[in-house]
C-alpha cells in the first residue's frame, strides 16, 4: 500500500522554527517529486514548496527564504525546514508525490493525512 505519512508539525511562538517530515512506505520517494502544501482554516489549499526528481527546489513566494525543503534517499524521507515563522504560517500541512512538481495540488496523485503547524505567542 501506497502511503506518506507527515510528522513534525506543533505550536511555535512567531520566529521559532519546525522541521516537517514526509515519510513513504511502499514507493521510493525520489522516483517522485514531493510537495509541501498547506491549508489554513477558511482558506484554499495552497502550494509551499516541492522538490523535483532531479533535486531542484521550488517555493511559493510566501516562504521563500525562511523554508527549505530537502531529502534524504536512505531514509526514504523529505523534510520541510520551516524558519522565521509567522502567523500566517498557521495551517495543516501535507506532503504529496506526483510525476513532477505543480503548484496545483489536483495533480498530484498521493497525499498524507496532514500535521497541524500552530505559530502563535
Known amino acids: 500500500q501506497l502511503q506518506l505519512v507527515e510528522s513534525g508539525g506543533g505550536l511555535v511562538q512567531p520566529g521559532g522554527s519546525l522541521r516537517l517530515s514526509c515519510v513513504a512506505s511502499?514507493?521510493?520517494?525520489?522516483?517522485?517529486?514531493i510537495g509541501w502544501f498547506r491549508q489554513a482554516p477558511g482558506k484554499e489549499r495552497e502550494g509551499a514548496s516541492c522538490?523535483?526528481?532531479?533535486?531542484?527546489?521550488y517555493y511559493a513566494d510566501s516562504v521563500k527564504g525562511r523554508f527549505t525543503i530537502s531529502r534524504d534517499n536512505a531514509k526514504n524521507v523529505v523534510y520541510l525546514q520551516m524558519n522565521s515563522l509567522k502567523p500566517e504560517d498557521t495551517a495543516v500541512y501535507y506532503c504529496?508525490?506526483?510525476?513532477?512538481?505543480?503548484?496545483?495540488?489536483?495533480?498530484?496523485?498521493?497525499w498524507g493525512q496532514g500535521t497541524q503547524v500552530t505559530v502563535s505567542s
Open positions: 511502499g514507493f521510493t520517494l525520489h522516483y517522485y517529486a
Open positions: 504529496a508525490a506526483n510525476s513532477f512538481c505543480r503548484w496545483h495540488g489536483g495533480e498530484y496523485e498521493y
Open positions: 522538490i523535483s526528481r532531479d533535486g531542484s527546489t
